[in-house]
């Protein structure tokens, strides 16, 4: 019989201080001032280049503030609509919005603009090739338009022992190196992984070492090869207001 383990580790960190920014710090000093009624913001880029840790961590430094934040993501059930008092609005994975809730994604983005309220998107594609309503598209593309690049190597090694760090787990060469050469190299990817093997270690009471990443991968079997063939998406936002 498996052992059950409480989830005791440390909740995900999105905050602008955790994100590494690499080549992205114009979009993340942008975002770290952004006020209410300023320009919209959309952010693009691929799997893992941290459009959904800025967006989380621009709605955290608004809540912190006493703000309150709209935030939806492709998939989330309708309605979407703005509420009164909310100070910014974000929006996640525009590139897989359906119909229906583009639809909603436009009326907010009126509604936001109309009530002075920020608003803040992201996707995987710029806004010109977004598979999206014409009139959508152009007013996601009105404001700043920052294309988020990928950590390098270096870089993303660098995050994994910060994350590591900060959880209490050990990270030697031969772990790292078999990260980095067994998973996709997407930083969204990897910290999937580092949160697994955090439970798993914590559950089985040993060190994370190759020998535990085997047997993870083994243990684990289809979540594990969901990782490995890259077909994990980051967990989308919950919930209407924050």
């Known amino acids: 019989m498996r052992q059950l383990t409480l989830a005791l580790g440390p909740k995900p960190d999105f905050s602008f ?38 967006l989380r961590a621009l709605a955290a430094r608004v809540q912190g503030a006493g703000g309150v934040v709209g935030s939806f993501a492709a998939g989330q ?12 609005v974000i929006v996640d994975r525009c590139d897989e919005l359906d119909a229906e809730a583009q639809r909603a994604v436009f009326a907010l ?13 992201a996707g995987r594609l710029p806004p010109v090739d977004l598979p999206l309503r014409d009139d959508l598209r152009t007013r996601l593309g009105w404001g700043h338009v920052f294309a988020l690049a990928p950590l390098s190597e270096a870089e993303t090694r660098a995050a994994l022992r910060r994350e590591a760090d900060r959880r209490g787990i050990i990270l030697n060469d031969d772990v790292m190196g078999y990260l980095m050469t067994r998973f996709p190299r997407d930083l969204a990817t990897l910290m999937q992984v580092i949160d697994r093997l955090d439970d798993f270690s914590l559950e089985k009471s040993r060190l994370v070492t190759v ?7 083994d243990e684990e079997g289809r979540q594990a090869e969901s990782l490995l063939d890259g077909g994990a998406a980051p967990p989308a936002m919950k919930g209407s207001a924050r």
């Open 109 to 121: 983005f009126e509604d936001a603009a109309a009530e002075g309220v920020a608003f803040a998107a």
């Open 77 to 88: 059930p309708l309605p979407w609509m703005l509420d009164a008092g909310w100070s910014l």
């Open 17 to 54: 201080d955790s994100f590494l920014a690499g080549a992205n710090a114009a979009a993340v000093q942008h975002l770290r001032t952004l006020g209410a009624s300023a320009a919209p913001v959309y952010l693009w880029g691929p799997a893992g280049s941290g459009k959904t840790h800025l």
């Open 211 to 217: 020998p535990l990443l085997r047997q993870w991968l």
